[in-house]
């Protein structure tokens, strides 16, 4: 009986197909970090406060945004006063009222903008409601 004999050749690895899940987790990392950072206005100044708690923001958070001409703007959607409650409603009408309220307000807003929003939230049965501050130094 004849022994066979391997060559040098052996066993090659494959370096396409490496490459491409580093691509794939690249492009999904590039998306992930770029709808987080348009959910939060950049030109909304938060206002300062002494005392704070963090709230870890879960999936189930709606942020909105509130600029300092009283523009409410959710999920990068501008709405008037009176659309706000009409979309929480279809809202909680889909998903329930489980979810948290996340108030980004500038810090120069009217408190008619932020009270509207909080009153909307009210009427809809949204209870979890909290302010987005920074943090004083």
Do not use: H
Request: hydrophobic share 45%.
């Amino acid at each position: 009986m004849r022994k066979r004999r391997y060559g040098a050749t052996g066993v090659k690895f494959q370096m396409t197909p490496m490459i491409d899940i580093i691509f794939l987790l690249l492009i999904f990392f590039i998306c992930v970090s770029t709808f987080d950072r348009l959910e939060s206005e950049e030109d909304v100044q938060l206002a300062a406060a002494s005392s704070w708690k963090k709230i870890e923001k879960e999936k189930s958070t709606l942020l909105i945004n509130i600029s300092n001409r009283g523009k409410v703007k959710i999920n990068q959607i501008s709405f008037f006063p009176g659309q706000v409650e009409t979309f929480l409603r279809s809202l909680v009408a889909r998903y329930g009222d489980t979810f948290e309220v996340i108030v980004r307000a500038d810090k120069a807003a009217r408190y008619k903008g932020t009270k509207d929003v909080i009153r909307a939230c009210a009427r809809v049965g949204l209870t979890r409601i909290s302010f987005a501050v920074e943090k004083r130094k």
